[in-house]
């Protein structure tokens, strides 16, 4: 499982998606809608620009049944914890934006805002 995108991309991150994103990625099928929520755990060590974040991607249908957001966000880190992790797989983070990419769909994560210290 895996290992065909992987020959084409090397170490290309593991983004988590939805096992129902998963399927419709293996079949190719476009997905109509795809959410994309942000976890936010705050700055490494206070560092500004250094947020650490986490992106789940899921299928439209999984906000409704899982109580996730219906539009793409930005959430606390600690609600990554209710996030239903059986329905989370890995893909290959640039195979699935080419999947996004082949049916006009795009992964919209938001993120943190720059530390307001670091602009000068
Ligand atoms: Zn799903
Ligand atoms: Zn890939």
Same mark, same amino acid.
């Given at each position: #499982? ?7 991309? +090397? ?16 079949? *190719? ?19 500004? =620009?250094?947020? #650490? ?13 899982? +109580?996730?957001?219906?539009? *793409?966000? #930005?959430? *606390?880190?600690?609600? #990554? ?22 049916? =006009? ?12 210290? =670091?602009?000068?």
């Amino acid at each position: #499982m895996g290992t065909v995108e992987h020959e084409i991309h +090397g170490v290309a991150g593991l983004l988590p998606i939805c096992q129902h994103l998963r399927q419709k990625f293996l079949a *190719d099928t476009n997905p109509g809608k795809a959410i994309s929520v942000t976890y936010y755990f705050g700055n490494f060590f206070g560092k500004p =620009n250094c947020p #650490m974040i986490a992106g789940f991607v899921y299928w439209v249908d999984c906000a409704e049944q899982y +109580g996730l957001p219906k539009e *793409d966000s #930005m959430l *606390d880190g600690n609600e #990554m914890a209710s996030a239903p992790s059986e329905i989370i797989e890995g893909s290959c983070c640039k195979c699935f934006d080419d999947f996004l990419d082949r049916h =006009n769909l795009t992964s919209n994560f938001i993120y943190p805002p720059e530390d307001e210290a =670091n602009v000068s």
